[in-house]
Protein backbone atom coordinates (compact mmCIF):
# COMPACT_ATOMS: atom_id res chain seq x y z
CA UNK A 1 0.00 0.00 0.00
CA UNK A 2 3.35 2.57 0.95
CA UNK A 3 4.70 1.38 -2.46
CA UNK A 4 1.22 2.53 -4.26
CA UNK A 5 0.77 5.35 -2.49
CA UNK A 6 4.29 6.65 -3.57
CA UNK A 7 3.98 6.00 -6.84
CA UNK A 8 0.50 7.93 -6.66
CA UNK A 9 2.19 10.76 -5.58
CA UNK A 10 4.92 10.77 -8.37
CA UNK A 11 2.45 10.29 -11.01
CA UNK A 12 0.73 13.34 -9.94
CA UNK A 13 3.60 15.38 -9.64
CA UNK A 14 4.78 14.10 -13.05
CA UNK A 15 1.17 15.53 -14.22
CA UNK A 16 1.60 18.72 -12.66
CA UNK A 17 4.67 19.59 -13.87
CA UNK A 18 3.41 18.77 -17.76
CA UNK A 19 0.66 21.03 -16.93
CA UNK A 20 2.70 23.90 -15.80
CA UNK A 21 5.12 23.38 -18.99
CA UNK A 22 2.02 23.19 -21.05
CA UNK A 23 0.82 26.77 -19.65
CA UNK A 24 3.85 28.33 -20.15
CA UNK A 25 4.19 27.22 -23.63
CA UNK A 26 0.16 28.34 -24.39
CA UNK A 27 -0.08 31.64 -22.84
CA UNK A 28 2.23 34.05 -25.21
CA UNK A 29 0.07 31.90 -28.14
CA UNK A 30 -2.67 32.55 -26.45
CA UNK A 31 -1.95 35.95 -26.24
CA UNK A 32 -0.91 36.54 -29.51
CA UNK A 33 -4.15 35.09 -31.05
CA UNK A 34 -5.82 38.14 -28.61
CA UNK A 35 -4.48 40.69 -30.34
CA UNK A 36 -4.78 39.56 -33.91
CA UNK A 37 -8.43 39.02 -32.89
CA UNK A 38 -8.52 42.79 -31.32
CA UNK A 39 -6.66 44.16 -34.90
CA UNK A 40 -9.37 42.32 -37.01
CA UNK A 41 -12.32 43.53 -35.62
CA UNK A 42 -10.70 47.11 -35.76
CA UNK A 43 -9.50 46.42 -39.03
CA UNK A 44 -13.14 45.28 -39.90
CA UNK A 45 -14.84 48.31 -38.71
CA UNK A 46 -12.55 50.93 -40.14
CA UNK A 47 -13.56 49.04 -43.17
CA UNK A 48 -17.04 48.95 -42.92
CA UNK A 49 -17.46 52.45 -41.30
CA UNK A 50 -17.35 54.29 -44.90
CA UNK A 51 -19.59 51.56 -46.40
CA UNK A 52 -22.38 52.29 -44.21
CA UNK A 53 -22.26 55.62 -44.08
CA UNK A 54 -22.28 55.26 -48.55
CA UNK A 55 -25.25 53.05 -47.65
CA UNK A 56 -26.80 56.10 -45.96
CA UNK A 57 -26.61 58.71 -48.22
CA UNK A 58 -27.53 57.01 -51.33
CA UNK A 59 -30.86 55.73 -49.15
CA UNK A 60 -31.59 59.68 -48.07
CA UNK A 61 -30.85 60.41 -51.96
CA UNK A 62 -33.52 57.99 -52.80
CA UNK A 63 -35.90 58.73 -50.41
CA UNK A 64 -35.58 62.50 -51.60
CA UNK A 65 -35.79 61.67 -55.20
CA UNK A 66 -38.69 59.63 -54.67
CA UNK A 67 -40.57 62.16 -52.99
CA UNK A 68 -40.04 65.06 -55.50
CA UNK A 69 -40.95 62.16 -58.20
CA UNK A 70 -44.36 61.96 -56.45
CA UNK A 71 -45.49 65.69 -55.05
CA UNK A 72 -46.70 66.82 -59.05
CA UNK A 73 -48.29 63.40 -59.15
CA UNK A 74 -49.96 63.60 -56.08
CA UNK A 75 -51.01 67.31 -56.77
CA UNK A 76 -52.27 66.52 -60.21
CA UNK A 77 -54.27 64.19 -58.68
CA UNK A 78 -55.99 66.47 -56.32
CA UNK A 79 -56.59 69.33 -59.16
CA UNK A 80 -57.97 65.99 -61.20
CA UNK A 81 -60.44 65.15 -58.39
CA UNK A 82 -61.29 68.54 -57.20
CA UNK A 83 -62.55 69.06 -61.14
CA UNK A 84 -64.76 66.11 -60.95
CA UNK A 85 -66.24 67.40 -57.92
CA UNK A 86 -67.08 70.31 -59.41
CA UNK A 87 -68.56 68.81 -62.87
CA UNK A 88 -70.63 66.51 -60.91
CA UNK A 89 -71.77 69.96 -58.59
CA UNK A 90 -72.76 71.57 -61.97
CA UNK A 91 -74.33 68.42 -63.76
CA UNK A 92 -76.40 67.73 -60.72
CA UNK A 93 -77.80 71.72 -59.86
CA UNK A 94 -80.11 71.77 -62.76
CA UNK A 95 -81.63 68.36 -62.29
CA UNK A 96 -81.94 69.20 -58.34
CA UNK A 97 -83.87 72.40 -59.36
CA UNK A 98 -86.03 71.41 -61.75
CA UNK A 99 -86.90 68.48 -59.14
CA UNK A 100 -87.78 71.13 -56.46
CA UNK A 101 -89.93 72.87 -59.26
CA UNK A 102 -91.92 69.44 -60.27
CA UNK A 103 -92.63 68.95 -56.62
CA UNK A 104 -94.14 72.27 -56.22
CA UNK A 105 -96.51 72.32 -59.22
CA UNK A 106 -97.60 68.73 -57.93
CA UNK A 107 -98.39 70.16 -54.16
CA UNK A 108 -100.02 73.35 -55.56
CA UNK A 109 -102.25 71.29 -58.65
CA UNK A 110 -103.23 68.81 -55.52
CA UNK A 111 -104.00 71.37 -53.34
CA UNK A 112 -106.31 72.92 -55.87
CA UNK A 113 -107.67 69.80 -56.98
CA UNK A 114 -108.61 68.87 -53.38
CA UNK A 115 -110.14 72.86 -51.81
CA UNK A 116 -113.49 72.29 -53.81
CA UNK A 117 -114.02 68.79 -52.65
CA UNK A 118 -113.08 69.66 -49.25
CA UNK A 119 -115.43 73.27 -49.63
CA UNK A 120 -118.28 70.90 -50.69
CA UNK A 121 -117.67 68.13 -47.63
CA UNK A 122 -118.08 70.91 -45.34
CA UNK A 123 -121.32 71.75 -46.93
CA UNK A 124 -122.78 68.75 -46.72
CA UNK A 125 -121.71 68.26 -43.01
CA UNK A 126 -122.95 71.67 -42.07
CA UNK A 127 -126.73 70.94 -44.41
CA UNK A 128 -126.43 67.09 -42.29
CA UNK A 129 -126.32 68.32 -38.77
CA UNK A 130 -128.80 71.41 -39.39
CA UNK A 131 -131.42 68.55 -40.61
CA UNK A 132 -130.88 66.33 -37.97
CA UNK A 133 -130.89 69.35 -35.22
CA UNK A 134 -134.51 70.15 -37.14
CA UNK A 135 -135.63 66.50 -36.74
CA UNK A 136 -134.43 65.96 -33.13
CA UNK A 137 -136.06 69.16 -31.70
CA UNK A 138 -138.96 68.57 -31.15
CA UNK A 139 -138.49 64.41 -30.56
CA UNK A 140 -136.21 65.95 -27.42
CA UNK A 141 -138.82 68.78 -26.01
CA UNK A 142 -141.23 65.89 -26.43
CA UNK A 143 -138.75 63.44 -24.22
CA UNK A 144 -138.03 66.30 -22.11
CA UNK A 145 -142.21 67.29 -20.95
CA UNK A 146 -142.81 63.17 -20.64
CA UNK A 147 -139.34 62.61 -18.23
CA UNK A 148 -140.82 66.16 -16.12
CA UNK A 149 -144.53 64.75 -15.76
CA UNK A 150 -143.14 60.88 -14.73
CA UNK A 151 -140.53 62.84 -12.15
CA UNK A 152 -143.56 64.71 -11.39
CA UNK A 153 -145.30 61.45 -10.42
CA UNK A 154 -142.60 59.95 -9.16
CA UNK A 155 -142.52 62.19 -6.37
CA UNK A 156 -145.64 62.28 -5.40
CA UNK A 157 -145.80 58.30 -4.96
CA UNK A 158 -142.10 58.75 -3.14
CA UNK A 159 -143.10 61.59 -0.74
CA UNK A 160 -144.46 58.90 1.93
CA UNK A 161 -142.18 56.55 1.48
CA UNK A 162 -139.14 58.86 1.95
CA UNK A 163 -140.57 60.46 4.76
CA UNK A 164 -140.93 57.26 6.39
CA UNK A 165 -137.46 56.08 5.42
CA UNK A 166 -136.13 58.64 7.04
CA UNK A 167 -137.97 58.30 10.36
CA UNK A 168 -136.69 54.33 10.66
CA UNK A 169 -134.56 53.42 8.31
CA UNK A 170 -132.08 56.20 8.35
CA UNK A 171 -131.26 55.93 12.16
CA UNK A 172 -131.03 51.66 11.51
CA UNK A 173 -128.64 52.46 8.81
CA UNK A 174 -126.53 54.30 10.75
CA UNK A 175 -126.39 52.16 13.65
CA UNK A 176 -125.18 49.50 11.29
CA UNK A 177 -122.50 51.38 9.31
CA UNK A 178 -121.28 52.37 13.41
CA UNK A 179 -121.03 48.67 13.95
CA UNK A 180 -119.60 47.82 10.35
CA UNK A 181 -116.48 50.57 11.25
CA UNK A 182 -116.21 49.74 14.84
CA UNK A 183 -115.79 46.23 13.63
CA UNK A 184 -113.31 46.86 10.92
CA UNK A 185 -110.90 48.87 12.62
CA UNK A 186 -110.91 46.70 15.39
CA UNK A 187 -109.61 43.88 13.34
CA UNK A 188 -112.63 41.49 14.40
CA UNK A 189 -114.16 42.10 10.48
CA UNK A 190 -111.17 42.07 8.55
CA UNK A 191 -107.98 40.01 8.77
CA UNK A 192 -106.14 43.14 7.89
CA UNK A 193 -102.54 41.59 7.80
CA UNK A 194 -99.08 41.99 5.97
CA UNK A 195 -96.07 39.80 5.91
CA UNK A 196 -92.63 41.33 5.07
CA UNK A 197 -90.42 38.76 3.54
CA UNK A 198 -86.41 39.42 4.18
CA UNK A 199 -84.61 36.83 2.33
CA UNK A 200 -80.63 36.87 2.57
CA UNK A 201 -78.41 35.13 0.96
CA UNK A 202 -74.24 34.88 0.91
CA UNK A 203 -72.61 33.86 -2.27
CA UNK A 204 -69.51 35.10 -2.03
CA UNK A 205 -67.08 36.34 0.68
CA UNK A 206 -64.99 39.97 0.27
CA UNK A 207 -61.86 38.20 2.27
CA UNK A 208 -62.51 35.00 2.25
CA UNK A 209 -62.71 33.22 -1.22
CA UNK A 210 -62.46 29.60 -0.41
CA UNK A 211 -65.78 30.41 1.68
CA UNK A 212 -68.09 31.33 -1.53
CA UNK A 213 -71.17 29.45 -1.42
CA UNK A 214 -72.79 30.45 -5.43
CA UNK A 215 -75.94 27.95 -4.41
CA UNK A 216 -76.68 30.61 -1.28
CA UNK A 217 -77.99 32.82 -3.76
CA UNK A 218 -80.00 30.59 -5.42
CA UNK A 219 -81.48 29.68 -2.52
CA UNK A 220 -82.44 33.02 -1.11
CA UNK A 221 -84.30 34.19 -4.49
CA UNK A 222 -86.18 30.74 -5.09
CA UNK A 223 -86.99 31.31 -1.03
CA UNK A 224 -88.05 35.05 -2.23
CA UNK A 225 -90.04 33.52 -4.99
CA UNK A 226 -92.00 30.73 -3.18
CA UNK A 227 -93.25 33.02 -0.89
CA UNK A 228 -95.41 34.74 -3.43
CA UNK A 229 -97.77 32.00 -2.81
CA UNK A 230 -98.63 34.20 0.42
CA UNK A 231 -100.44 37.10 -1.63
CA UNK A 232 -103.62 34.99 -1.76
CA UNK A 233 -103.19 34.80 2.53
CA UNK A 234 -102.30 38.02 3.61
CA UNK A 235 -103.38 41.32 2.62
CA UNK A 236 -99.98 42.53 1.18
CA UNK A 237 -96.29 40.85 0.66
CA UNK A 238 -93.44 42.87 0.81
CA UNK A 239 -90.25 41.02 -0.71
CA UNK A 240 -87.17 41.86 -0.11
CA UNK A 241 -84.13 39.45 -1.64
CA UNK A 242 -79.91 40.44 -0.43
CA UNK A 243 -78.47 37.58 -2.37
CA UNK A 244 -75.99 39.36 -5.20
CA UNK A 245 -72.37 39.41 -5.23
CA UNK A 246 -70.96 42.04 -2.09
CA UNK A 247 -74.74 43.01 -1.55
CA UNK A 248 -75.47 40.78 2.00
CA UNK A 249 -72.79 43.20 3.92
CA UNK A 250 -73.56 43.93 7.55
CA UNK A 251 -74.86 47.24 6.73
CA UNK A 252 -76.93 46.34 3.82
CA UNK A 253 -78.55 43.42 6.03
CA UNK A 254 -78.97 46.09 9.13
CA UNK A 255 -80.48 48.79 7.11
CA UNK A 256 -83.00 46.10 5.12
CA UNK A 257 -84.51 44.94 8.58
CA UNK A 258 -85.00 48.37 9.59
CA UNK A 259 -86.62 49.15 7.16
CA UNK A 260 -88.97 46.16 7.54
CA UNK A 261 -89.76 47.46 11.53
CA UNK A 262 -90.20 50.53 10.59
CA UNK A 263 -92.96 50.11 8.29
CA UNK A 264 -94.33 46.81 10.32
CA UNK A 265 -97.71 47.48 12.13
CA UNK A 266 -97.69 45.15 15.98
CA UNK A 267 -100.73 42.80 13.49
CA UNK A 268 -98.33 42.25 10.82
CA UNK A 269 -95.71 39.13 10.15
CA UNK A 270 -92.01 39.45 9.20
CA UNK A 271 -90.39 36.46 7.63
CA UNK A 272 -86.29 36.81 7.58
CA UNK A 273 -84.46 33.47 5.95
CA UNK A 274 -80.61 33.58 5.77
CA UNK A 275 -78.19 31.26 3.91
CA UNK A 276 -74.78 32.14 5.02
CA UNK A 277 -71.59 30.74 7.15
CA UNK A 278 -72.17 30.71 10.96
CA UNK A 279 -70.30 30.82 13.79
CA UNK A 280 -71.35 30.14 17.79
CA UNK A 281 -68.72 32.63 19.36
CA UNK A 282 -67.01 31.31 22.67
CA UNK A 283 -68.96 33.45 24.94
CA UNK A 284 -72.02 31.50 23.50
CA UNK A 285 -73.18 34.20 21.28
CA UNK A 286 -73.76 33.45 17.57
CA UNK A 287 -72.38 34.87 14.51
CA UNK A 288 -73.88 35.36 11.02
CA UNK A 289 -71.15 35.57 8.62
CA UNK A 290 -71.98 37.62 6.00
CA UNK A 291 -70.23 39.42 2.73
CA UNK A 292 -67.50 41.44 4.73
CA UNK A 293 -66.97 40.13 7.99
CA UNK A 294 -62.71 38.89 8.75
CA UNK A 295 -61.70 35.98 10.37
CA UNK A 296 -59.03 37.85 12.54
CA UNK A 297 -61.63 40.11 13.54
CA UNK A 298 -64.74 37.43 13.80
CA UNK A 299 -66.33 39.01 16.95
CA UNK A 300 -66.54 42.62 15.53
CA UNK A 301 -67.11 41.68 11.95
CA UNK A 302 -69.71 38.87 12.30
CA UNK A 303 -73.73 39.98 12.58
CA UNK A 304 -74.91 38.84 15.62
CA UNK A 305 -78.06 37.15 15.54
CA UNK A 306 -80.44 38.96 18.01
CA UNK A 307 -79.48 42.04 15.58
CA UNK A 308 -82.22 40.29 13.82
CA UNK A 309 -85.12 41.58 15.70
CA UNK A 310 -85.41 44.96 16.08
CA UNK A 311 -89.39 44.87 17.46
CA UNK A 312 -90.32 41.80 19.99
CA UNK A 313 -93.68 42.76 19.80
CA UNK A 314 -94.03 42.33 16.36
CA UNK A 315 -94.45 38.17 15.38
CA UNK A 316 -91.18 37.21 13.63
CA UNK A 317 -90.39 34.21 12.04
CA UNK A 318 -86.77 33.00 11.28
CA UNK A 319 -85.16 30.45 9.34
CA UNK A 320 -80.91 29.95 9.35
CA UNK A 321 -79.27 27.72 6.85
CA UNK A 322 -75.88 27.82 8.45
CA UNK A 323 -73.21 25.71 10.64
CA UNK A 324 -74.23 25.75 14.71
CA UNK A 325 -77.33 27.46 13.85
CA UNK A 326 -79.03 26.16 16.82
CA UNK A 327 -77.04 28.45 19.09
CA UNK A 328 -79.18 31.57 17.75
CA UNK A 329 -81.81 30.15 19.90
CA UNK A 330 -80.04 31.87 22.85
CA UNK A 331 -80.00 35.40 20.87
CA UNK A 332 -83.72 35.02 19.40
CA UNK A 333 -86.35 33.69 21.47
CA UNK A 334 -88.74 35.46 23.31
CA UNK A 335 -92.90 35.25 23.12
CA UNK A 336 -93.00 36.16 19.34
CA UNK A 337 -90.28 34.98 17.50
CA UNK A 338 -91.06 31.49 15.82
CA UNK A 339 -87.49 29.79 15.04
CA UNK A 340 -86.08 27.01 12.45
CA UNK A 341 -82.70 26.20 12.11
CA UNK A 342 -80.70 23.78 9.91
CA UNK A 343 -78.12 22.82 12.38
CA UNK A 344 -77.34 21.86 16.08
CA UNK A 345 -74.59 24.03 18.21
CA UNK A 346 -71.80 21.52 17.32
CA UNK A 347 -72.50 20.43 13.33
CA UNK A 348 -72.94 21.83 9.68
CA UNK A 349 -75.64 21.66 7.56
CA UNK A 350 -76.69 18.11 5.90
CA UNK A 351 -76.21 18.78 1.79
CA UNK A 352 -75.69 17.04 -1.00
CA UNK A 353 -75.11 17.14 -4.84
CA UNK A 354 -78.89 19.22 -5.01
CA UNK A 355 -77.95 21.31 -2.28
CA UNK A 356 -79.02 22.60 1.18
CA UNK A 357 -81.20 19.68 2.48
CA UNK A 358 -82.96 22.24 4.81
CA UNK A 359 -83.72 24.69 2.18
CA UNK A 360 -84.42 22.23 -0.37
CA UNK A 361 -86.90 20.32 1.80
CA UNK A 362 -88.53 23.85 2.97
CA UNK A 363 -89.31 24.72 -0.60
CA UNK A 364 -90.94 21.33 -1.16
CA UNK A 365 -92.77 22.01 2.24
CA UNK A 366 -94.47 25.53 0.96
CA UNK A 367 -94.70 23.93 -2.54
CA UNK A 368 -98.04 21.90 -0.42
CA UNK A 369 -96.27 18.91 0.38
CA UNK A 370 -96.56 20.34 3.94
CA UNK A 371 -100.51 20.57 3.85
CA UNK A 372 -100.96 17.77 5.43
CA UNK A 373 -104.81 18.62 6.34
CA UNK A 374 -105.43 19.43 2.55
CA UNK A 375 -107.56 22.56 3.24
CA UNK A 376 -105.34 24.68 0.55
CA UNK A 377 -102.98 26.52 3.49
CA UNK A 378 -99.27 25.35 4.58
CA UNK A 379 -99.37 26.83 7.97
CA UNK A 380 -95.92 27.23 9.70
CA UNK A 381 -96.66 24.86 12.17
CA UNK A 382 -97.46 22.71 9.17
CA UNK A 383 -94.11 23.76 7.39
CA UNK A 384 -91.69 23.28 10.40
CA UNK A 385 -93.33 19.77 10.85
CA UNK A 386 -92.30 18.42 7.72
CA UNK A 387 -88.66 20.12 7.83
CA UNK A 388 -88.12 18.18 10.90
CA UNK A 389 -89.18 15.19 9.41
CA UNK A 390 -87.63 14.87 6.41
CA UNK A 391 -84.35 16.51 6.76
CA UNK A 392 -81.54 13.98 7.00
CA UNK A 393 -79.30 13.44 10.04
CA UNK A 394 -80.43 16.80 11.69
CA UNK A 395 -81.11 16.42 15.55
CA UNK A 396 -81.74 20.18 16.13
CA UNK A 397 -84.42 20.70 13.53
CA UNK A 398 -87.21 21.37 16.42
CA UNK A 399 -89.51 24.31 16.60
CA UNK A 400 -88.07 26.23 19.71
CA UNK A 401 -90.40 27.97 20.42
CA UNK A 402 -94.22 29.71 19.27
CA UNK A 403 -96.92 31.29 20.54
CA UNK A 404 -99.53 30.84 17.54
CA UNK A 405 -99.30 29.35 14.42
CA UNK A 406 -99.65 31.43 10.69
CA UNK A 407 -100.65 30.53 7.71
CA UNK A 408 -97.98 31.08 4.99
CA UNK A 409 -98.80 30.54 1.56
CA UNK A 410 -101.88 28.85 -0.50
CA UNK A 411 -101.41 26.05 -2.52
CA UNK A 412 -101.75 25.45 -6.16
CA UNK A 413 -104.02 22.53 -7.04
Known amino acids: ?6 KISVFFNLAKQKISKAREALTPKANELKEKTKTKIQQTGEYLAPKAEDLKEKAKTKIQQTGEYLAPKAEELKEKTKTKIQQTGEYLAPKAKELKEKAKIKIQQTGEYLAPKAKELKEKTKIKIQQTGEYLAPKAEELKEKAKAKIQQTGEYLAPKVEKFIKYIVPITCLILLLFCTAFFSGIFSNNKNLY ?3 IGVPTYKNHYNMDMPRNQEDAERISDILR ?14 AEHGMASNGNVEKAINR ?10 VLIYISSHGKKHKDGEYLLLLYDFSKEKIY ?6 K ?3 KEPKIKTIVWIDA ?7 KDLIDNKVDLLVSSSENECPYSDWRGSAFTNTLLEGLSCRADFDKNGIVSLQEITTYVVKNVY ?8 KRISDVDLVKCRY
Do not use: H, W
Not at 235 to 242: D, G, H, M
Not at 260 to 269: E, F, G, L
Not at 323 to 329: I, L, M, Q, T
Not at 393 to 400: R, T
Open 307 to 309: NLI
Open 197 to 199: VIS
Open 393 to 400: GQIALNPV
Open 300 to 305: KTGFRA
Open 229 to 242: RAEGVFSNVYYETI
Open 1 to 6: MKKLNE
Open 260 to 269: VYRRARKSDV
Open 323 to 329: CESEAAA
